[in-house]
């Protein structure tokens, strides 16, 4: 008899194959990461969403010659089969889809126990850790990369009060991450969690973005290819019209949750549908967040004004709110595309994790120059992987001739 382990590690092999096939510009990185031993001795604390595309990555950094440790930075963000095929292929994988918070912050700490030299996060939350919680291994640390826009937005503030006690690389602003995964990966992610749990039409629907950011923007441009009625909200006057400029109405949430059927946030701030817009929300609508934090859609606010709640399909909670009407509520708040969805499609993270495995390395070579405070990706590292990424899709470009340059670096030649 098979056992059910046997056959998690089964699927979750397949998975790992599946996006490593998919996967050439971590490829072409990662043999010449082996071939020059690049991380060897390290130590690398990783807290990313735990499935196939990030146990790709991890590999790498392990074949590269790191020491790896990895936990979920979500407590509903992990693949079971991945989390059991790493540790079964020996790469240490602290991770579960549905952590309670005690095993979130249990398994992060496990992470930390390694007294990494290096950390690689998403959301910050480890790194917030190790300067609160665990302060006794911040003298081994050299670095960290950050992945996604809330933990940058949160190390940011900790660079401002001076707390920050490592340098950071804000892998998330380099163009070859933001660009694409935030846009183009949030996007068609964010549109695979939502179907993937309701199963419902989304053309004619009144489709609500709140925040018009990349991953706002990917949301809104997918939610209007697939036929909806697309409004966003905003509070930065500069997005507002440039989504205005982009076709979608624009409007306060106060206003769009009026003859909303869906309703997706993505600002990566809290309470951005809150008691207020409960009291006038369509009867039905769907609530989800795309965002890092499950604070985003106020889930208090949700309990508070209620008379019952119950799950209507796996990851979707119906509540019956006190003035008669239901909303419902995908994956406990938790970032939808996943806590539902299986993530990003496997290219577009392929360049991100190209980001990050690159700027660890960047990182063991230039630590000790480096203050601390918060860095963007250097700009050969974005080059390298934009480059590497015509190669691996036979897509050639123009170079500038010499003439070109030499034109456009001399002010004093004429037009």
Known sequence: MVSEKNVLIKKGKKRLEWAKA?????????????????????????????????????LTLKEAGAEVRLASCNPLSTDDSVAMTLNDMGLETFAKKGETEAEYYQNLNKVI?????????????????VHTKR????????????????????LKAMEKEGELKFPVIAVNNGFMKHLFDNRYGTGQSTMDGIMTGTNLLIAGKRFVVAGYGWCGKGIAMRAKGMGANVAVTEVDPIRAVEAKLDGFDVMPMIEACKDADFIVSSTGCKDVVSEKHLEVIKDGCILANSGHFDCEISKEALEKNSVSRKKVREYVDEYKLKNGGSVYLLGEARLVNLSIGQGHPVEIMDMSFSAQALCAEYLVKNHQNMENRVYDVPDNIDSEIAKAELRATNVKIDELTKEQKEYLSNWRIGT
Do not use: Q, Y
Not at 113 to 129: A, N, R, T
């Open 22 to 58: 998919h996967m050439p510009v971590l490829s072409e990185i990662r043999e010449r990461m082996i071939r020059e031993k690049s991380l060897e001795n390290v130590k690398i604390g990783m807290a990313l969403h735990v499935e196939a595309k990030t146990g790709i990555l991890a």
């Open 113 to 129: 126990d390694l007294k990494p030299d290096l950390i690689v996060d998403d959301g910050c939350d480890l790194i917030f850790l």
């Open 135 to 154: 302060k006794e291994i911040l003298k081994d640390i050299k670095g960290a990369n950050e992945e996604t826009t809330t933990g940058v937005v949160r």
